[in-house]
């Protein structure tokens, strides 16, 4: 929610400004020519924005691809029409909200019985600077689903992946993780809470994650990557009308969702990735994180505290 160029105030600036930010723009775009007949995909939050494009170029190159969302009468809408564009016929709907560890459960039981293999798993879906509030299981919005969540999902899934070896699981992160920190004696905001920084936090988790599953799947066949998409025009600025007002000021910086889209497509694809496992990319390139992402230590004491919060083993 942060921008990576500032604008000058001198507007001689202003050229030199949109120049860089087309380059920008231009920039990390997949160019793997990896096809997917016979291949599972799963995208969560795919029926908007980035899930959405990254969903629509996984059809067309021939994946089974599903489609997890909370409003499935709208999924069935961008199914429709990945299946037009794409001619995929293979484009399925299932409902998943991640605020609900019983919905997370029921999607995961009937995937599994629905399905032989699991491929490729984007964790894309999230929340962005929500007022104050619970998950169905109590959790603080943004850690609940865009960390808690997905922690389920994939621990559900694992198994499948494993069984459908090699695989990939790509977590949508953020550059907003750098003003992240995990405040164990706070994790669910009741003590303080800012919208904005509680975003932050929920993105340090992911790459935290990221890193502790990749640890954990060494050998396993299956490799995990954590991603920052860009500056994306999507709704997840919903909640937010200053947002809103300064991805219109600043709309020739913001990526289009087809173009945030590309990293996690890079991640999901490109042969030979397999040795940057754990890592985390932007523009389809390794990326810089924060010294907190970097911590094993708190990358284990999360995992630990997420699987006691679920109810899930500590192995």
Same mark, same amino acid.
């Given at each position: 929610f942060f921008f990576e160029t500032v604008l000058p105030c001198h507007? %001689?600036?202003?050229?030199? $400004?949109?120049?860089?930010?087309? &380059?920008?723009?231009?920039?990390?775009? !997949? *160019?793997? *020519?990896? =096809?997917?007949p016979g291949k599972v995909a799963l995208v969560t939050g795919a029926n908007t924005g980035i899930g959405k494009e990254t969903a629509k170029e996984l059809a067309q190159r021939g994946a089974r691809v599903y489609?997890? !969302?909370? /409003?499935?009468?709208?999924?069935?809408?961008?199914?429709?029409?990945? =299946?037009?564009?794409? %001619?995929?016929?293979q484009v399925l709907v299932? #409902?998943? /909200?991640?605020? /609900?560890? #019983?919905?997370?459960?029921?999607?995961a039981e009937g995937f599994l019985t629905e399905e032989k293999h699991l491929h490729?798993?984007?964790?894309?879906? %999230?929340?962005?600077?929500?007022?104050?509030?619970? *998950?169905? /299981?109590?959790?603080?919005? @943004?850690? %609940?689903?865009? @960390?808690?969540? @997905?922690?389920?999902?994939?621990?559900?899934? $694992?198994? &499948?992946?494993k069984e459908s070896a090699p695989s990939r699981i790509v977590n949508v992160s953020s550059l907003a993780h750098h003003l992240g920190r995990i405040h164990f004696h706070n994790l669910q905001g009741e003590k303080f809470y800012n919208a904005s920084l509680a975003y932050c936090h929920s993105k340090l988790a992911n790459i935290l994650f990221t890193k502790e599953l990749a640890r954990r799947l060494k050998g396993s066949g299956v490799t995990a990557y954590s991603v920052h998409p860009g500056t994306v025009q999507s709704e997840l600025v919903r909640h937010s009308s200053f947002m809103r007002c300064m991805w219109w000021l600043f709309s020739f910086c913001i990526k289009t969702p087809q173009q945030g889209a590309q990293t996690s497509l890079y991640c999901a694809l490109t042969e030979g990735l397999e040795i940057l496992n754990g890592k985390h990319f932007s523009d389809c390139h390794v990326a810089w994180v924060s010294a907190q992402a970097r911590n094993e230590t708190i990358a284990r004491r999360l995992w630990d505290v997420s699987c006691d919060l679920l109810g899930l083993p500590m192995d």
């Open positions: 507007p %001689g600036w202003s050229a030199v $400004l949109f120049s860089d930010c087309r &380059k920008m723009l231009s920039s990390g775009i !997949c *160019t793997s *020519t990896v =096809q997917l489609l997890a !969302c909370r /409003d499935v009468q709208k999924g069935e809408l961008v199914a429709r029409e990945i =299946q037009t564009v794409t %001619g995929n016929e299932r #409902k998943l /909200d991640l605020s /609900d560890t #019983k919905s997370i459960r029921a999607f490729i798993l984007i964790n894309n879906a %999230g929340v962005m600077m929500c007022p104050y509030s619970k *998950t169905a /299981d109590g959790f603080e919005m @943004h850690i %609940g689903v865009n @960390h808690l969540g @997905h922690f389920l999902l994939t621990h559900l899934l $694992l198994e &499948k992946l």
